[in-house]
């Protein structure tokens, strides 16, 4: 019995140990130090326009034109677009990411990725009219997302703008203007 002991011991003690589970092993780690204005510059805004600029009609002088895709690459790419929003709702809030006040913050990125779920599965039925519905949802959220966090932060700090912001109608538009206003 004692020389089972001590091959037990023994065999104990020469054993390779256990390596120490790792704090925090393969924790996710992220990088938030892209300003907001870059991530929506880089991420957010070319998505929003590419979808945006495959769904509806443009109207010219030289009339309508249907703004839907006409090939399976082009639908991809809106697919492309409302994937990216996904993701971009996502990491909208990410630690680190979120504006004050915060509930808002992820409440709008939330009906961000919401609405480009939809965007995406409208684009993957070939759905022009979806695809547009769903373009119209986004853009309502992010004019609301901009109206908290963008214009009414700008106003307060800068009041509002000086003279008119946009350029002046040309001569044509403007002869139209005066014209429908003077009843004729």
């Given at each position: 019995m004692l020389a089972c002991l001590s091959a037990a011991v023994l065999m104990a003690a020469c054993s390779?140990?256990?390596?120490?589970?790792?704090?925090?092993?393969?924790?996710a780690k992220f990088?938030?130090?892209?300003?907001?204005?870059?991530?929506?510059?880089?991420?957010?805004?070319?998505a929003s326009f590419q979808y945006w600029e495959g769904s509806g009609t443009e109207v010219t002088a030289k009339g309508?034109?249907?703004?839907?895709?006409?090939?399976?690459?082009?639908?991809?790419?809106?697919?492309?677009?409302?994937?990216?929003?996904?993701?971009?709702?996502n990491a909208m809030q990410l630690?680190?990411?979120?504006?004050a006040p915060e509930a808002d913050w992820y409440r709008?990125?939330?009906?961000?990725?919401?609405?480009?779920?939809?965007?995406?599965?409208?684009?993957?039925?070939?759905?022009?009219?979806?695809?547009?519905k769903a373009g119209a949802a986004l853009y309502e959220e992010c004019t609301a997302c901009h109206e908290q966090y963008v214009i009414q932060p700008e106003l307060k700090a800068n009041g509002p703008a000086k003279g008119d912001p946009l350029p002046p109608l040309p001569a044509d538009i403007q002869a139209k203007v005066a014209a429908k206003a003077a009843g004729k």
């Open positions: 390779q140990p256990k390596p120490a589970a790792k704090a925090e092993a393969g924790a990088n938030t130090s892209l300003p907001m204005d870059e991530f929506m510059g880089h991420v957010v805004d070319p309508e034109k249907d703004l839907s895709p006409t090939t399976e690459e082009g639908w991809t790419k809106l697919e492309n677009a409302a994937a990216t929003l996904i993701e971009a709702g630690p680190g990411r979120a504006r709008h990125s939330q009906v961000l990725i919401e609405r480009a779920v939809a965007a995406k599965a409208a684009a993957e039925k070939h759905d022009k009219e979806a695809v547009f």
